[in-house]
């Protein structure tokens, strides 16, 4: 339950991407959030707030004129009581009021009284989208703080396509999610490696692990979360790229090695995840290999790869770099050596038995300090508690 808790106003402007807002209710209160509803006159022609009200268990306010509020100030009550008021669709129209301050419905009103962060999706069409009113709208919103969410780019509703689309249900619920999370490395940029590695033998063939990447990528969302731009260098994995991270496919070791140089030189902190490769291929066949009686099964001969988190730390002016050991037994000792060779200041240890391939993991956190075992809990949330971790060594380094 990410959203324990937490009360809502979800303000619902007119347009045709209310319907999603009403998968949004069920997502938001299915992670807990009391979540209550007000709507636009115009967004009552889309969905009825009958909708809204048998998803929200609650009744839905569209008029400030509302009897049911005993001292009338409807606008006030309800943002006094919220710890984030989402407007998801914010049409064109919508957000051109909220950036000159106009309050002449419910909605605009409880915005413009409001006493918490305001949250907006924006919808609609690609032209209104770019046009100059609506940019400098939106550049006017943020520089009052509001945050912004999306648009997607893509299909329209009316047949267009470009960027204005309402980000998914799921998409939102992630950002709320985030936006209640500490901002402990705004500012940073964190660079990660992700996932197993792919090293060919021929064209259809090659060595390769079990990772399915799903710690990285909770790493790279947690740090995303806390507020750091991300860069994540992924191996070949099944998994969707958090939004808001910026990824980059590999798959061998060595685009992995050549990619995190490319990108290392700005980063303030480098987490490698990934399970890389010990070993290659040393001469991958440009052919499918055959087989046949007459032939004898034939030889691989490996090379070893470059280790890619220990060159990064041996760089004259290191990020802080962390790195990832992944352990059958004798975790204390193989991780504390692993760290002293690697020559880094924080290592996390995990037993294979506890996290590969699943959704939970038991970690061990071993830095200068000592050891700090972290008790087994979903990946995401260990992903937090290692990125508060971060911080507090980044806070360190200063
Ligand atoms: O040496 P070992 O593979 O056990 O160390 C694990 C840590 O080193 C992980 O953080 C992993 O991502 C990193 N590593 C690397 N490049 C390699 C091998 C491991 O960055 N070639």
């Known amino acids: 339950m990410e959203l324990a808790g937490k009360r809502i106003v979800l303000g619902v402007s007119g347009g045709i991407a209310a319907y999603k807002a009403a998968e949004l209710v069920r997502l938001l209160s299915s992670e807990g959030a009391s979540v209550q509803v007000v709507m636009s006159e115009a967004?009552?022609?889309?969905?009825?707030p009958v909708t809204f009200q048998a998803l929200s268990g609650k009744p839905v306010f569209t008029d400030q004129w509302d009897r049911r509020v005993a001292n009338n100030m409807a606008h006030i009550d309800l943002s006094r009581e919220a710890d984030a008021l989402l407007v998801a669709p914010a049409s064109a129209?919508?957000?051109a009021k909220v950036a000159n301050g106009l309050a002449d419905d419910l909605l605009t009103t409880l915005v413009l009284a409001r006493d918490c962060r305001l949250l907006v999706a924006p919808a609609m069409n690609r032209q209104m989208w770019e046009n100059?009113?609506?940019?400098?709208?939106?550049?006017?919103?943020?520089?009052?703080?509001?945050?912004?969410?999306?648009?997607?780019?893509?299909?329209q509703a009316c047949g267009e396509t470009g960027p204005g689309r309402m980000l998914e249900a799921a998409e939102i619920l992630a950002e709320m999610i985030a936006h209640f999370q500490p901002k402990s490395l705004a500012g940073k940029r964190v660079l990660l490696t992700a996932g197993p590695t792919f090293e060919a033998i021929d064209p259809v063939r090659g060595i390769?692990?079990?990772?399915?990447?799903?710690?990285g990528y909770a790493i790279a969302r947690a740090a995303c979360e806390a507020g750091a731009q991300v860069t994540l260098v992924s191996g070949p994995v099944s998994l969707p790229c958090p939004l808001g991270v910026s990824r980059i496919e590999v798959s061998s070791a060595l685009q992995m090695h050549a990619e995190v140089h490319r990108q290392v030189a700005s980063n303030d902190v480098f987490i490698a995840v990934a399970a890389v490769a010990d070993y290659r291929p040393a001469n991958p066949s440009a052919q499918k290999i055959k087989k046949g009686a007459q032939l004898k099964p034939p030889t691989i001969e490996l090379v070893q790869n470059p280790d890619i988190l220990a060159e990064i730390a041996a760089l004259r002016a290191p990020p802080l770099c962390v790195g990832f050991a992944a352990e059958s037994e004798n975790l204390h000792k193989y991780a504390e050596h692993k760290r002293r060779s690697k020559n880094i200041p924080l290592l996390v240890g995990n037993l294979i038995a506890d996290g590969f391939g699943g959704d939970d993991n038991t970690l061990i956190l071993f830095d200068d300090d000592g050891a700090h075992p972290?008790?087994?809990?979903?990946k995401l949330q260990l992903a937090r508690q290692l990125v508060n971790r971060i911080a507090v060594l980044l806070g360190r380094r200063r």
């Open 374 to 378: 972290l008790a087994p809990a979903p």
């Open 93 to 95: 129209d919508f957000l």
């Open 43 to 48: 967004a009552t022609h889309f969905v009825t």
């Open 208 to 215: 390769t692990n079990l990772s399915t990447g799903k710690m």
């Open 132 to 155: 100059p009113a609506t940019c400098r709208n939106i550049a006017s919103l943020r520089a009052d703080g509001v945050d912004i969410l999306g648009p997607a780019c893509g299909d």
